[in-house]
């Protein structure tokens, strides 16, 4: 006998939940997020060696992403708004739509040549869309599955994400090296309009309406939008020390990828295949927090999973940096995945568990759009150290900086095991 919210129900009358595998909006999702993040690991590669191959410059590749940082911290200003005033599915949908078509602009006009000035605009307005879009994505969690496997389904869409990164990479490396560069971001384009046509088969839960007037303010007063969800933030201890110590993280790591990228392509002397293996290694290391993160967070406790995988990013970007073996660089990018999956997924699950379903567009964006503020002039400082100083003593001072905000963690309320009950 099944139950109404569509579990089983034993023998004694309990009700046990099925899995969520099972449950065809969740599937549905579950999949069609899956193909797209393959198509997001295309564009992780691809992007980068399109500026390298039209600049030579890894301060360019830090003025990209810095750029893509910019629209993201703009938008998240009003996101989400959107997504709590508006219907999130559809909303997804717009989104994929739009990054379909911006991503396969660029091979199209690349065709006639080098276009750099694309790149910045591409990628500047699909992060617009992208922001909006992960935005929607961390509040329809709940609106799929009951608040208690919020942790167990965060777990399985990142891994399963965390597996298109693996494969992601390594297939990008092969088809920019058998058919140019803009053929991967092709691919990429097409992830996007699958995940829309996926999106628009599935049917999320109604939303729980706000318990008080002052929540449900006009859905088109940005600002007021975004201070509710900030004020979420300050009020809660825990959420208010996380985000400081994130944003001060994200300062630090926003550049990480194309320093990586750079030092295997032009430290290290190797091809675009072996970036995509590198980056695929990274894709192993998420695999590996996402999988992780379930189990770990109920055994140890939220504190000790965030500071622990903290505290790993630290160790192994140091010794990235100290290598000159491409192995090694390899098994130090996985390792390193894994502790920004764990410290990543752990967040975002504390706040879908803490935050009113009401509020969860507006918390959720608010955090980003603090988070994101000084990501992209991390990036810039990031990239133009490893111009000028060397990628060693970039990444060794790095390291030593994210030792120091797993120290400050400890003097926090996010050093307790169970944050989330004292908000219950």
Not at 365 to 387: C, M, Q, R, Y
Request: hydrophobic fraction near 55%; proline fraction near 4%.
């Amino acid at each position: 006998m099944t139950s109404r919210r569509g579990g089983r129900v034993s023998a004694g009358g309990e009700v046990v939940a099925r899995p969520l595998r099972t449950d065809r909006n969740f599937a549905v999702f579950w999949f069609v997020q899956a193909l797209s993040e393959v198509g997001n690991a295309f564009a992780l590669v691809a992007v980068p060696l399109l500026v390298l191959q039209a600049t030579g410059s890894v301060a360019r590749m830090g003025l990209l992403t810095a750029t893509a940082g910019v629209a993201s911290v703009l938008t998240g200003l009003f996101a989400g708004t959107l997504v709590d005033r508006l219907d999130r599915r559809r909303l997804m949908v717009l989104c994929d739509v739009a990054r379909a078509v911006l991503y396969g602009l660029i091979p199209v006009c690349w065709a006639a040549g080098p276009q750099e000035w694309l790149l910045y605009v591409a990628m500047g307005l699909a992060a617009v869309f992208e922001m909006v879009f992960q935005v929607a994505y961390v509040a329809a969690i709940p609106n799929l599955v009951d608040k208690g496997r919020i942790s167990a389904a965060n777990g399985m869409l990142q891994t399963t994400n965390a597996i298109a990164y693996v494969l992601g990479p390594m297939l990008a490396g092969l088809v920019a090296g058998l058919f140019g560069i803009t053929a991967a971001l092709s691919i990429n384009a097409a992830s996007f309009a699958v995940s829309a046509a996926g999106l628009a088969l599935i049917r999320f839960r109604p939303r729980e309406e706000p318990g008080e007037p002052a929540i449900a303010a006009r859905w088109f007063d940005l600002r007021e939008g975004f201070l509710a969800g900030a004020g979420f933030l300050w009020r809660t201890p825990v959420l208010r020390a996380l985000t400081i110590l994130l944003t001060v993280f994200l300062f630090l790591s926003l550049g990480m990828t194309d320093v990586f990228i750079y030092h295997v392509r032009h430290d290290l002397g190797q091809n675009d295949r072996v970036v995509g293996y590198v980056m695929g290694a990274a894709g192993v290391g998420t695999i590996a927090g996402a999988a992780l993160m379930s189990p770990l967070r109920r055994r140890w406790g939220f504190g000790p999973c965030w500071l622990g995988s903290v505290g790993l990013c630290a160790i192994v970007v140091a010794v990235a940096g100290s290598s000159e073996n491409v192995v090694v660089v390899g098994g130090t990018v996985l390792a390193y995945s894994a502790g920004v999956a764990l410290a990543g997924l752990c967040s975002m699950s504390l706040r879908q568990e803490v935050t009113p379903d009401h509020l969860l567009g507006r918390v959720t964006s608010a955090f980003w759009t603090v988070h994101n503020t000084l990501g992209p002039i991390g990036a810039v400082v990031l990239t133009a150290l490893a111009k000028g100083i060397g990628v060693p003593d970039t990444l060794l001072a790095t390291g030593t900086a994210f030792l120091c905000i797993a120290g400050v963690g400890l003097f926090t309320p996010v050093r307790h095991r169970r944050p989330e009950a004292l908000h219950a």
